[in-house]
C-alpha cells in the first residue's frame, strides 16, 4: 500500500524556524515534492528532491533520505504569510499526497 | 500566461444531479490531472492524461465518474449521478512533463462542489 504520514497541525512563532516532517511507505519512489497551500487557494510548487541530502530555496530548504523514508521541510525567519497547510508527495508514477501540515504562526 | 482555469468555482446541486466540471490547462502542457480533496483524505489523484489520452483512471472512485479531454486545451470531470459524498474541492493541474522540479505540475483554483 501507499503510506505517507505528517503532522496534522504545528504552531510557531514569527522570526523562528520550524521543521514539517514527512515519512513515507510507497511501492516505489521517483522523487518528492513539497506543496504550499493556503486555505481556500491552490498547491503551489515548493520544492522537488530526488537525491539524498539538503535543498535550499531562501528561507525554505528541503531534506530527502531515501533509505530512511523521510523528508522535511525547514522554514527559516517565520512570517505570518508562512501559515498555510504543507503538503508532502511522493512521485511514484503518480503523485501521492499526504494529508497536510497545518501551520499556524503566531506574532 | 493565464495559469489552469477552471469553472464554475463553486456549485451547489441536489443529489442525483448530474455535475460537469471543466479545465483548461496551461498552453503547451502534455500532462492534465484531476484530484479531489477532503479534509479526510486529503488530495487524491483521480485521473491523469498524456497528450489528450487517459493513462491512469485507478483513482476514479466509480462509474459515476468519467473524464475526457477532447482536445489538448479542454478538460471535463462529470458525476453522474452525484450523491452528498462527493462533495469536496476539485482541482485540475497541468505538467510540461509527468514530474520534474523545473516543470512542476500547476494548479487550478479549484471547483468547491457541494451536493445537498
Known amino acids: 500500500g501507499q503510506n505517507i504520514d505528517q503532522p496534522t497541525e504545528m504552531t510557531a512563532t514569527e522570526g523562528a524556524i520550524v521543521q514539517i516532517n514527512c515519512t513515507y511507505q510507497?511501492?516505489?519512489?521517483?522523487?518528492l515534492f513539497w506543496y504550499q497551500q493556503h486555505a481556500g487557494e491552490a498547491p503551489t510548487f515548493l520544492s522537488y528532491?530526488?537525491?539524498?541530502g539538503l535543498e535550499e530555496k531562501g528561507r525554505f530548504s528541503s531534506f530527502l533520505s531515501r533509505s530512511k523514508g523521510y523528508s522535511y521541510l525547514l522554514l527559516k525567519e517565520l512570517q505570518m504569510k508562512d501559515s498555510a497547510s504543507y503538503l508532502c508527495?511522493?512521485?511514484?508514477?503518480?503523485?501521492?499526497f499526504g494529508t497536510g501540515t497545518r501551520l499556524q504562526v503566531f506574532p | 500566461d493565464a495559469g489552469v482555469i477552471q469553472s464554475p468555482r463553486h456549485e451547489v446541486t441536489e443529489m442525483g444531479q448530474e455535475v460537469t466540471l471543466r479545465c483548461k490547462p496551461i498552453?503547451?502542457?502534455?500532462?492534465l490531472f484531476w484530484y479531489r480533496q477532503t479534509m479526510m483524505r486529503g488530495l487524491e489523484l483521480l485521473i491523469y492524461?498524456?497528450?489528450?489520452?487517459?493513462?491512469?483512471d485507478s483513482g476514479m472512485p466509480e462509474d459515476r465518474f468519467s473524464a475526457k479531454m477532447p482536445n489538448a486545451s479542454f478538460s471535463t470531470l462529470k458525476i453522474q449521478p452525484s450523491e452528498p459524498r462527493d462533495s469536496a474541492v476539485y482541482f485540475c493541474?497541468?505538467?510540461?512533463?509527468?514530474?520534474?522540479?523545473?516543470?512542476?505540475?500547476?494548479f487550478g483554483d479549484g471547483t468547491r462542489l457541494s451536493i445537498l
Open positions: 493541474a497541468s505538467s510540461l512533463y509527468r514530474a520534474s522540479d523545473d516543470q512542476p505540475q500547476h
Open positions: 510507497t511501492s516505489g519512489f521517483n522523487g
Open positions: 528532491n530526488v537525491l539524498d
Open positions: 508527495a511522493v512521485d511514484t508514477d503518480k503523485l501521492i
Open positions: 498552453s503547451g502542457h502534455d500532462y
Open positions: 492524461f498524456n497528450n489528450n489520452v487517459p493513462i491512469d
